[in-house]
């Protein structure tokens, strides 16, 4: 099946030039704008509270470099880092874990309501 | 004779060793060859292997003072292991019905695991299934399987699932769904359905 | 020049919301549902922007990804044993833009009762006024498909838009 494309709107007949009159860009509504640039500002706060929480670890962590000097052991400061690295792969799994199990009760719910009319 | 009894117990073994997975030295489930595919086809991969020993050292990094850190502990304290992939891809089709069947095949195997929900809308080709591992009554591991368009993830908890310390975990968005499944599992109506509808950071901890 | 370019978000927000909006309230013929995907379809392309090359790259991008949200968000919302495209003409049935004349409005909401794949198309075309060779690479579907969904939807349509000018002459 192979037809004639217009690529021109001039070209097109009657019905398409309806069609696409119908069919002319819808103005967004004037808050979609506000709410966009609203929930990017939050999600950047988010991320930057992410970062602020990843560079207070690295003062922690050279904080503990400097007790050093006082006497801690290498082996303590690669035990703490493990130790942060496992909990935070902790952490990592249970989000996952919750979000699969919200998306499944999500979609049980859909499955469990009542069909219009029924 | 001996001779032939050995060689029926080892081919017995054989079979047993092809059906079930390999493990690893921690008791989890080496990664299946289809994880391997799809981690090839994703945009992005995440994958947690924390075995048994692993999650004990980590407890102790958890802060007894903050109430969510302390009901994560609590959780994590006994189990046997987290196994946890998520996979997102750039587009739909990436993975089959066949590598979702292969999945559940797999992390299935050796064990006695009911399933407590199986949700498969054959028109968005999207799957949910959640199994349990009883041992004596009590929940020992619990598997969940989400497949959707753009992403798959596998969740699979061996050792003494503590349920009612997952619906407290509101520090890590709460997972009190898990109460629902608790329920389930215990004898109430179960959710196995195959409904017809009119359509990479690795981060893994292995010891 | 397109070396010097630098994607500016809040412009493209400016210059492609409202074909953003207009093409997953034409897709799923929902007001609502269509501001969400809308706001989706940018925080999306918030996450993309080292990616976006040029202008016409975020065009292009914007189209792709708001015909794969707008079809991802009709999956999600099927309701079991409901005819969809019957909720969407329920739904369209709202009070018409002024501007247009009740034959464009009646052709926007016979629009919204085609297949999904061939409304697709037909809205790429009408709408974004893309070739078929624009639209096979927006919707990652074969050419010699998005002809056959032009074809068959573009005749669909005109057989219904037929009759209901029948009806709505007859009405007169």
Redesign the interface.
Known sequence: MDFEWPDQPEKFDEFEQELKQAMERRPAPPSLKRRIMQKRSARRTERHHTTMIWWQRLAASLLIAGVIAGGFGYRQIEERRKGEEAKQQVLTALRITNQVLNNMNRKLAEHDKPENGK | MKNRVAIWVLGLAGIALAVAPARAQNGLPMPSPVEKELAARASNVTEVTLGKNMLGFAAKFLDGKDKDEEATRHLIEGLDGIYVREYEFDKEGQYSAVDIEKLRTYFQSGGEWSSIVHEHDKRSGETTDVMMKMVNGQPHGLFVLDAEARELSIVLILGPVKMEDLSKLSGIGGLGVLGDIDADSHGNANRNKDKVKPPKAKTGGDE | MAHNWQPD??KL??EH??????LA??MTGD?GLA?EV??DV??EL?RHMTRIESPEHALNWLRRVAMSRSA?AL??R?????DLWVEIEEKHGSPA?ER?SP???R??QL?STLPEAQRAA??LR??E?M??EEIASAV?TPL?TV??N??RG?KL??AK?TTNLKEYIRGL
């Open positions: 978000f809040e927000v400016d919301q409202s074909m953003v909006f207009s309230w034409r007001r501001e809308a706001q940018f925080l918030d991802d999956r999600r099927r309701v079991r044993g409901v833009e247009q034959l464009e409005t052709l926007e629009l037909l809205i009408y709408q006024d070739t078929p990652e010699a002809k056959s032009l074809h573009l349509l005109r838009a």
